[in-house]
């Protein structure tokens, strides 16, 4: 032990010196003192000395042990011995150096929690993502079911069996990950419906925002993948002639888009302007198939248009002015029987009914996506949901209602998807932008020199009340310190002068960043 | 024995003020200290050591909840009765 002992003979020069009175006087002070303490503790007392420490007896119970040389037993009496317990502010001044040591608990729970808690963050945008795909999924069940009915009996059928298969590749991609199904879409879209769809965005696309546009592409191939179906496949089942097929379809469409915008008022215009020259190029197809095979194509068309008008007899098909009066308006054919006009206009009136439909989405898209400007992917998933429940409805015609039904329908989920995509922002106070500005250090209050045993967080105490905000000290002196653990006896800290707001001990986020600086910088 | 009830015996035997008594025991009490502080030690004849030492940073485990802490070191003061004062004591009875 290096340890310098001092002797009584020195207290009590010291002590002299300083309370300057002679070292007689001193001597016999201390030599009082002692006796008092003794006596007290003689007394049975416990004796106390203000900010020094108190002293009292133990008694040491008899014990056996052996005597090590001999071996032999002996008993050790039982004793008093004096104990002195340090008073506070001794411990405190004695144990300054290792002061801003605290007692580390190393299997600390609340870590745990917080790791947990931030996977749990990261995990969520999945578990939305699954829940929606599981969503759609059902619906596309429900389309499946409702669907199945007109398969069987026309060749017209062949359209919803399409759609279906559609569905389901859809359906299939879907659950594994959105996203992927997203880009599918988009890419059978670039092949198939470009130049259509392109019309239809048009018209919407240039108030709308990058993701605005995405969402639209999405929605529309869902939509006008299935129209096209139609027209082309309704197609076939009219003209009985592939010939005239190619021909039909282009102006069809380009027509259709044409009328679009204004659709509830023109419907009637339009199916009269489509139909009839289509029904010239089918009549005449008829007549040049009655020329050369005089019965067969019409017994052929027959029995098709016989399932065909069950099917439509099956679903309820609301009294529209419009319907009526184009059946009504339909030219007299001496070569066809009823039966075969009224079937092509139901057909014209399915196509109408699916662009009134995929108009009505546009127009609700479009309500629902230009009052907000900000989006996110999860709007994407909603939307295709309603395509397809906009689907789901034209199969089992609803004609009219529909395109309000779905503009309220887009609406509803807005609220919610706001709700739970949008990444919770911390509410940007003054004090987050204390914490997010760099910080610069112009004024110092002071400066410390380095000497053993103090240490940043000392210095952190007493300038600022809290070792917790040394990190500021550290900053403030980094291009001195190379590591805040070992800083070199002798180094000259400045001590900055902190924002109040930001070494404020009652705010608990002042502490938090500290401590968050203090991770970042002791690693 | 508290700390006025010392100053009370002290002046009484010294034949001194308490006022005089208290402020050389306050010199007394921070000469130690200072002394401490300053990693010495302190032996008064015929009473004892007044010593630092340092206690060794250590892990101690919760008995009912397991949780191990690690514990800092630090410097505790110690004192250690001297042989006299403890041949004093020895004619104490016991009276437990």
Same mark, same amino acid.
């Given at each position: 032990?290096?340890?310098?002992?001092?002797?009584?003979?020195?207290?009590?020069?010291?002590?002299?010196?300083?309370?300057?009175?002679?070292?007689?006087?001193?001597?016999?002070?201390?030599?009082?003192?002692?006796?008092?303490?003794?006596?007290?503790?003689?007394?049975?007392?416990?004796?106390?000395?203000?900010?020094?420490?108190?002293?009292?007896?133990?008694?040491?119970?008899?014990?056996?042990?052996?005597?090590?040389?001999?071996?032999?037993?002996?008993?050790?009496?039982?004793?008093?011995?004096?104990?002195?317990?340090?008073?506070?502010?001794?411990?405190?001044?004695?144990?300054?150096?290792?002061?801003?040591?605290?007692?580390?608990?190393?299997?600390?729970?609340?870590?745990?929690?917080?790791?947990?808690?931030?996977?749990?963050?990261?995990?969520?945008?999945?578990?939305?993502?699954?829940?929606?795909?599981?969503?759609?999924?059902?619906?596309?069940?429900?389309?499946?079911?409702?669907?199945?009915?007109?398969?069987?009996?026309?060749?017209?059928?062949?359209?919803?069996?399409?759609?279906?298969?559609?569905?389901?590749?859809?359906?299939?991609?879907?659950?594994?990950?959105?996203?992927?199904?997203?880009?599918?879409?988009?890419?059978?879209?670039?092949?198939?419906?470009?130049?259509?769809? &392109?019309?239809?965005?048009? &018209?919407?696309?240039?108030? &709308?925002?990058?993701?605005?546009?995405?969402?639209?592409?999405?929605?529309?191939?869902?939509?006008?993948?299935?129209?096209?179906?139609?027209?082309?496949?309704?197609?076939?089942?009219?003209?009985?002639?592939?010939?005239?097929?190619?021909?039909?379809?282009?102006?069809?469409?380009?027509?259709?888009?044409?009328?679009?915008?204004?659709?509830?008022?023109?419907?009637?215009?339009?199916?009269?302007?489509?139909?009839?020259?289509?029904?010239?190029?089918?009549?005449?197809?008829?007549?040049?198939?009655?020329?050369?095979?005089?019965?067969?194509?019409?017994?052929?068309?027959?029995?098709?248009?016989?399932?065909?008008?069950?099917?439509?007899?099956?679903?309820?098909?609301?009294?529209?002015?419009?319907?009526?009066?184009?059946?009504?308006?339909?030219?007299?054919?001496?070569?066809?029987?009823?039966?075969?006009?009224?079937?092509?206009?139901?057909?014209?009136?399915?196509?109408?009914?699916?662009?009134?439909?995929?108009?009505?989405?546009?127009?609700?898209?479009?309500?629902?996506?230009?009052?907000?400007?900000?989006?996110?992917?999860?709007?994407?998933?909603?939307?295709?949901?309603?395509?397809?429940?906009?689907?789901?409805?034209?199969?089992?015609?609803?004609?009219?209602?529909?395109?309000?039904?779905?503009?309220?329908?887009?609406?509803?989920?807005?609220?919610?998807?706001?709700?739970?995509?949008?990444?919770?922002?911390?509410?940007? &106070?003054?004090?987050?932008?204390?914490?997010?500005?760099?910080?610069?250090?112009?004024?110092?209050?002071?400066?410390?020199?380095?000497?053993?045993?103090?240490?940043?967080?000392?210095?952190?105490?007493?300038?600022?009340?809290?070792?917790?905000?040394?990190?500021?000290?550290?900053?403030?002196?980094?291009?001195?310190?190379?590591?805040?653990?070992?800083?070199?006896?002798?180094?000259?800290?400045?001590?900055?002068?902190?924002?109040?707001?930001?070494?404020?001990?009652?705010?608990?986020?002042?502490?938090?960043?500290?401590?968050?600086?203090?991770?970042?910088?002791?690693? | 024995?508290?700390?006025?009830?010392?100053? =009370?015996?002290?002046?009484?035997?010294?034949?001194?003020?308490? =006022?005089?008594?208290?402020?050389?025991?306050?010199?007394?009490?921070?000469?130690?200290?200072?002394?401490?502080?300053?990693?010495?030690?302190?032996?008064?004849?015929?009473?004892?050591?007044?010593?630092?030492?340092?206690?060794?940073?250590?892990?101690?485990?919760?008995?009912?909840?397991?949780?191990?802490?690690?514990?800092?070191?630090?410097?505790?003061?110690?004192?250690?009765?001297?042989?006299?004062?403890?041949?004093?004591?020895?004619?104490?009875?016991?009276?437990?």
């Amino acid at each position: 032990m290096n340890k310098e002992k001092i002797s009584s003979q020195e207290i009590i020069d010291l002590v002299a010196s300083k309370a300057s009175v002679s070292k007689r006087a001193a001597e016999e002070f201390l030599k009082v003192m002692i006796a008092s303490v003794e006596e007290g503790l003689l007394a049975g007392e416990v004796v106390k000395i203000k900010s020094f420490g108190t002293f009292k007896l133990q008694w040491n119970e008899p014990r056996k042990s052996v005597n090590v040389q001999t071996g032999e037993e002996i008993l050790i009496t039982g004793y008093y011995k004096v104990v002195f317990i340090p008073d506070s502010v001794l411990k405190e001044q004695v144990n300054e150096p290792f002061a801003h040591l605290e007692p580390v608990e190393l299997d600390s729970i609340p870590q745990k929690k917080e790791l947990i808690d931030e996977v749990d963050d990261a995990l969520d945008p999945l578990r939305i993502f699954t829940e929606q795909a599981t969503e759609i999924k059902n619906l596309l069940s429900e389309i499946q079911a409702i669907s199945a009915k007109p398969i069987s009996i026309t060749p017209e059928s062949q359209q919803p069996a399409d759609t279906r298969q559609e569905v389901e590749s859809i359906q299939e991609v879907q659950p594994a990950e959105t996203k992927k199904e997203v880009e599918s879409i988009q890419e059978v879209q670039a092949a198939e419906t470009k130049e259509e769809e &392109d019309k239809i965005i048009q &018209d919407v696309q240039p108030f &709308d925002t990058k993701l605005e546009d995405e969402t639209i592409q999405e929605v529309q191939p869902a939509v006008t993948k299935p129209e096209d179906e139609i027209t082309t496949k309704v197609q076939p089942s009219e003209t009985t002639k592939p010939e005239v097929q190619p021909a039909e379809i282009k102006p069809e469409t380009e027509i259709i888009h044409e009328i679009q915008p204004p659709v509830t008022e023109t419907i009637p215009d339009v199916v009269e302007n489509v139909q009839t020259p289509d029904e010239k190029l089918h009549y005449e197809n008829l007549l040049n198939s009655i020329d050369k095979k005089p019965k067969e194509p019409v017994i052929l068309q027959e029995p098709l248009e016989n399932n065909i008008e069950k099917e439509v007899e099956i679903k309820p098909i609301p009294s529209d002015k419009n319907e009526s009066q184009l059946i009504s308006d339909l030219p007299v054919t001496p070569y066809l029987e009823n039966v075969n006009r009224t079937k092509r206009s139901k057909a014209w009136i399915w196509i109408v009914v699916v662009l009134l439909l995929v108009s009505g989405l546009g127009a609700g898209i479009y309500f629902y996506f230009n009052p907000t400007s900000e989006l996110n992917i999860f709007t994407e998933n909603i939307s295709i949901t309603e395509t397809f429940k906009t689907v789901s409805g034209w199969f089992t015609s609803k004609p009219k209602p529909k395109p309000t039904q779905v503009a309220a329908k887009v609406v509803i989920p807005k609220d919610k998807n706001e709700y739970d995509s949008i990444p919770q922002h911390q509410p940007v &106070d003054s004090t987050q932008l204390l914490f997010d500005n760099p910080r610069v250090f112009n004024d110092f209050i002071a400066s410390e020199r380095m000497k053993a045993g103090t240490r940043l967080t000392i210095i952190s105490k007493r300038y600022y009340g809290s070792k917790d905000f040394w990190v500021y000290i550290y900053e403030a002196n980094k291009e001195r310190i190379s590591n805040p653990d070992h800083i070199p006896i002798g180094t000259l800290i400045r001590i900055p002068k902190l924002n109040p707001r930001l070494i404020d001990l009652s705010n608990p986020r002042c502490v938090e960043k500290a401590k968050q600086l203090h991770d970042i910088y002791v690693k | 024995m508290n700390n006025k009830e010392l100053i =009370a015996s002290m002046a009484n035997k010294m034949k001194a003020p308490k =006022a005089v008594v208290a402020v050389l025991l306050e010199t007394i009490v921070s000469t130690c200290t200072e002394l401490l502080v300053e990693d010495k030690t302190i032996g008064f004849q015929s009473f004892g050591t007044f010593e630092v030492r340092k206690k060794e940073e250590r892990l101690s485990v919760h008995p009912s909840t397991q949780i191990r802490t690690l514990i800092p070191p630090k410097l505790v003061v110690n004192f250690k009765q001297s042989n006299i004062l403890k041949d004093k004591l020895k004619d104490m009875p016991h009276h437990e």
